[in-house]
């Protein structure tokens, strides 16, 4: 990165938000500019931390310190101011910010990192006791108050909060009915085969899955905490504690009333630019006019798109020429109980005839790979993989330079990430694609290095 231009100096940057866009754009501003001014505003928290590790300081393999990325001194090493305070109103004439405790701060460039809150319908008694979502570190403290001895609980959301909060809760042998609208779990963002994979596996950890079910209404008690809920079908289950995971939106409604244009979320050209001078959006609070590719939507709520937009609005900041956001090649990452999820490129639930996929899944129904490619050409277009680590770097360079089906089938082995003691799968699928298709592709060698470095790995 180049030096700094001067027009950021003395200039004081306001990030609202400290989550991983937030934080990314003050740690890439300071590494630009030494004399810029940052400040970090959280109502949520003073320290950034981890929040997809929230469930496991609810599950007891961490603590909350545990999840900081940085020692607490990193801060003030580097200048950047924090301040833990709620925003309640932005005052874009002026240039000043109102904390909810009526404080006053200015700023000279507002950038706004306000993340996501949990999603509510309207249902009735989804504002009793014992009834919320998950996202904030409030909220998991709320949690571990609310499932203090009780002895059932319902998830509603087939989504991955979802998975998460079944699998907090069961950690702790409470007994989870998890109500999920589709006909599978998450079939709407899965292919049927892969969707069935994590469908046996969430009934395997004895969460009851409930599908092709919906919630009606909460039902509560003489003392305004929840009993019981019920679904579309007319059943009612007791329970003493509600999730509700049905998505998140964009944490935006501090800014209902401003100038800032608003749709679902801030709403940002290519650059991150609002319609308001010296106003941007990044994060899962921001909403892009158009998609930055074909592929991409308007709101992309990831971990690495956040600070991919955070390291990109500190350079457009920072350098003399902008650049317009490109996030590349689609990537995402999860876990199903112990299975680990990982997608790359363009892989819908369904596709219509211009592609065809390639799908295995190892006998013990644990592990699985779809390759989707196009059938006039026979290019990558996409991959998912169950319980199967792969290089992403890999399949990022496959998909853009479009290397064609066997190509891949034959280096899957370099592909794959796993440790020496996982099983080569890689061979199992060449296997059965020769079989399916009647050919005698043979596996690409691996150079000593390759196959030391995978070893290790």
Request: with cysteine; aromatic share 12%; glycine share 8%.
């Amino acid at each position: 990165m180049t030096g700094p231009s001067t027009k950021s100096k003395s200039k004081h940057f306001v990030i609202i938000g400290n989550g991983i866009a937030g934080v990314t754009c003050a740690r890439y501003l300071r590494k630009a500019d030494q004399n810029c001014q940052i400040t970090i505003i959280s109502g949520e928290s003073k320290y950034f931390f981890s929040r997809t590790a929230l469930m496991y300081i609810y599950m007891g393999h961490m603590k909350y310190k545990h999840t900081k990325p940085y020692e607490d001194w990193f801060w003030e090493k580097n200048n950047i101011n924090l301040i833990q305070a709620w925003v309640s109103e932005v005052d874009t004439d002026n240039k000043q910010l109102t904390f909810s405790n009526k404080t006053i701060f200015d700023y000279d460039v507002l950038i706004i990192a306000s993340g996501s809150k949990p999603n509510k319908f309207g249902w009735k008694g989804e504002n009793l006791n014992g009834v919320q979502g998950l996202y904030s570190l409030q909220d998991l403290e709320l949690m571990e108050q609310q499932t203090q001895g009780i002895s059932k609980a319902v998830v509603v959301g087939g989504g991955l909060i979802g998975v998460e909060m079944a699998e907090m809760l069961a950690s702790r042998k409470i007994p989870v009915t998890f109500l999920v609208r589709e006909r599978k779990f998450w079939d709407n963002i899965l292919p049927m085969e892969e969707a069935k994979l994590i469908n046996r596996h969430i009934l395997e950890h004895h969460i009851d899955l409930r599908l092709a079910t919906e919630l009606d209404e909460i039902i509560g008690d003489e003392n305004g905490a929840v009993k019981a809920v019920k679904t579309n079908s007319g059943e009612t289950i007791a329970c003493q504690f509600v999730g509700l995971t049905v998505g998140v939106s964009p944490n935006v409604d501090f800014l209902k009333g401003t100038a800032i244009e608003l749709g679902r979320g801030v709403k940002i050209d290519g650059y991150f630019r609002t319609n308001v001078a010296d106003i941007y959006a990044i994060g899962d609070c921001a909403e892009f006019h158009e998609a930055p590719s074909p592929d991409r939507k308007n709101i992309e709520q990831v971990w690495y798109t956040g600070r991919m937009q955070g390291e990109t609005l500190a350079y457009n900041l920072t350098q003399a020429k902008p650049v317009k956001y490109q996030p590349g090649i689609w990537f995402n990452s999860a876990k199903f109980f112990d299975i680990e999820y990982q997608t790359y490129g363009f892989v819908p639930p369904a596709w219509g005839k211009e592609f065809e996929s390639f799908y295995w899944e190892d006998q013990g129904g644990k592990t699985a790979i779809r390759l989707l490619y196009s059938k006039s050409n026979q290019q990558l277009i996409g991959v998912n993989a169950m319980g199967w680590r792969l290089r992403h770097e890999y399949f990022d360079d496959a998909i853009q330079k479009g290397f064609q089906l066997e190509k891949v089938i034959s280096e899957l082995g370099k592909a794959s990430f796993n440790a020496e003691f996982y099983q080569p799968f890689h061979q199992e699928v060449l296997q059965q694609y020769n079989t399916q298709f009647g050919k005698s592709i043979k596996q690409s060698k691996q150079s000593f290095f390759q196959k030391l470095i995978g070893s290790r790995l």
